[in-house]
Structure formats: C-alpha cells, structure tokens
C-alpha cells in the first residue's frame, strides 16, 4: 500500500518561494503518474503539475513558475513554487497513480500574504 506525507507548506509573501515536499512509503515506479493539485476554500480541486518518468505538465497558472521533479532515490516528489502570488493560497495535495489507483496526502496549507 502506498502512503503519502507532504511537507513544506507555510506563510510566504507575494514573490518569494517554497519548496512542497511528498514523500512516498510503499512499492512505486517512476513510471507511475505523481503530481499535485491544490484546494482553495470554495473552490474545487485543481490540478497544478504532473510527472511521469522525466515528462512533466504544468497548469497555465503555473507554468514558468512551479517546478515539479523527483528523486527515486529519496521516494520523493517536489514541488518548487516561485514568485508565488495570493492566488497560489490553498491546501496542496501530493497523489499517486499506481495499479489504477489513486492515492491522496494529507495535504499541506500554503498562504501567500503580505
């Protein structure tokens, strides 16, 4: 069974940078599909990037701004926002494709504010 524990959320002001960390436990490929999606209060669950092997696709809203890589070595998924805006404020959700299942973290709170 594969779990998955995000980290690197916080308080951030427009224009600065975070780093969204997921960290997988559990029998998985680089060939399974990652990625994230991220929640603002009263809106739906919007997908921001995907990764599969070394291919990776961004939402427009985050194109040219978020990274997404990963590294086998540390089962790990990351997520690197810059020039964050106030619109980037939401709960940020780590998944995995794996067998035709779809795993969900536990989501981490990112707040852009000055």
């Known amino acids: 069974q594969v779990r998955l524990v995000e980290s690197g959320g916080g308080l951030v002001q427009p224009g600065g940078s975070l780093r969204l960390s997921c960290v997988v436990s559990g029998v998985i490929f680089s060939s399974n599909t990652m990625g994230w999606y991220r929640q603002a209060p009263g809106n739906q669950r919007e997908l921001v990037a995907t990764?599969?092997?070394?291919?990776?696709d961004y939402a427009d809203s985050a194109k040219g701004r978020f990274t997404i890589s990963r590294d086998s070595a540390k089962n790990t998924v990351y997520l690197q926002m810059n020039s964050l805006k106030p619109e980037d404020t939401a709960v940020y959700y780590c998944?995995?494709?794996?067998?035709?299942?779809?795993?969900w973290g536990q989501g981490t709170q990112v707040t852009v504010s000055s």
């Open positions: 998944y995995a494709n794996v067998f035709g299942v779809r795993t």
């Open positions: 990764i599969q092997r070394t291919a990776t």
